[in-house]
């Protein structure tokens, strides 16, 4: 499973509130990953993250932010939650593998907005 | 037109048949081209992935690659019930520095009947 959790693993929560969902890795990975995943629109980048404090938009970034304070941890956060913002997350890491960077996936976030 | 297509069936296949998956992108500066599983409520997980024209095999899976047609497929060989999931293509962006990022197809529905 690559040693990627993410927390929580279901959460309901009203419009307008904030949300803060956690991916957690153990072995060090550079590159951190969060997606949103919605039924016929498949996996969409919504952030990136290439190192501590270094963080890029993907292609869904409107309404979200993330951090990244130590390697371990990339958070994202939903400054106020929308109907819209409903939807699977996952976190996923790249790593190297022989002559490609390949993501592997942590096992979701289920999000309701309420 | 999307950037990576992918028909979004289902697809049903007898069991024991050869399943085949097909994936066609826009980019022709990507490198590298992948195929997760994703089974129903779980994340993605990686089957394989080509960065060279022609074929490459793994067990009962075989990936094929044509870059001038800007096509990928996926065969499954001697396909089992087990192999009942939504099949996943990424490929990766074609711009310089950009081998950290993957455009998704929303993916196939495959079905193996018994």
């Known amino acids: 499973d690559a040693g990627i959790t993410q927390s929580p693993r279901h959460k309901v929560t009203e419009t307008g509130t904030p949300v803060t969902l956690r991916c957690h890795q153990t072995?060090?990975?550079?590159?951190m990953y969060w997606y949103r995943q919605d039924p016929g629109h498949g996996l969409r980048l919504i952030h990136y993250?290439?190192?501590?404090?270094?963080?890029d938009k993907g292609e869904v970034s409107d309404g979200y932010s993330v951090s990244r304070s130590k390697t371990e941890d990339f958070l994202l956060t939903l400054e106020s939650a929308t109907s819209s913002q409903t939807s699977v997350y996952f976190c996923?890491?790249?790593?190297?593998?022989?002559?490609?960077?390949?993501?592997?996936f942590g096992p979701g976030t289920r999000l309701l907005v309420l | 037109q999307k950037e990576v297509e992918q028909n979004s069936g289902p697809l049903s296949v007898p069991e024991g048949a050869i399943a085949s998956l097909n994936c066609t992108y826009s980019?022709?500066?990507?490198?590298?081209f992948f195929w997760y599983r994703q089974y129903s409520g779980k994340s993605p997980e990686l089957i394989m992935f080509?960065?060279s024209n022609g074929d490459k095999e793994d067990g009962r899976f075989t990936a094929q690659l044509n870059k001038a047609s800007q096509y990928v497929s996926l065969l499954i060989r001697d396909s089992q019930p087990s192999d009942s999931a939504t099949y996943l293509c990424?490929?990766?962006?074609?711009?310089?520095?950009?081998?950290?990022?993957?455009?998704w197809g929303a993916g196939t529905k495959l079905i193996i009947k018994p």
């Open positions: 996923a890491i790249s790593v190297l593998a022989v002559t490609s960077e390949t993501q592997y």
């Open positions: 072995e060090n990975h550079r590159y």
């Open positions: 993250s290439y190192g501590v404090k270094d963080t």
């Open positions: 980019d022709r500066g990507s490198q590298s």
């Open positions: 080509i960065y």
């Open positions: 990424a490929v990766t962006r074609g711009l310089m520095d950009s081998n950290y990022q993957l455009i």
